[in-house]
């Protein structure tokens, strides 16, 4: 399987409140075929830590790769879909991770009730 993380979880994964990524979702993101961190994400939790909402358990996102995670980029064809997508929420974050998730079929793991309900594959985290 192929999975997009959403933010919270990324967190999880890179160390802060590593508590509540249950040892089962762990195993499965680390078996997982591949996994993704959309570059949506890196730019809310930065702006989040630039408004000292957020200190978050690294200081170089070149780490995260080394996580086993791989940065998923933001195409035209996500701008698109994104758009696109009903308005059950207005997060454009959450809106990107979501079309993202469409356009390529991937498995997004969230805990988010609100994205378990938008029309994408989901795991619960």
Known sequence: MKYLLDSHVVLWW???DTHKLREPL??????????????ATVWELEIKRS???LKLPID?????EASGLTFLPIELADALRAADLPIIHRDPFDRMMVA???TRDLT??????????DGVATLRA
């Open 26 to 39: 762990r195993n499965t993101i680390a078996e997982a075929e591949a996994v993704f961190i959309s570059i």
């Open 14 to 16: 890179l160390g802060m």
């Open 108 to 117: 997004l793991i969230t805990r988010d009730a609100r994205l378990l309900d």
């Open 100 to 102: 993202q998730a469409l």
């Open 60 to 64: 170089d996102w070149e780490q995260v």
């Open 51 to 53: 408004l000292g909402k």
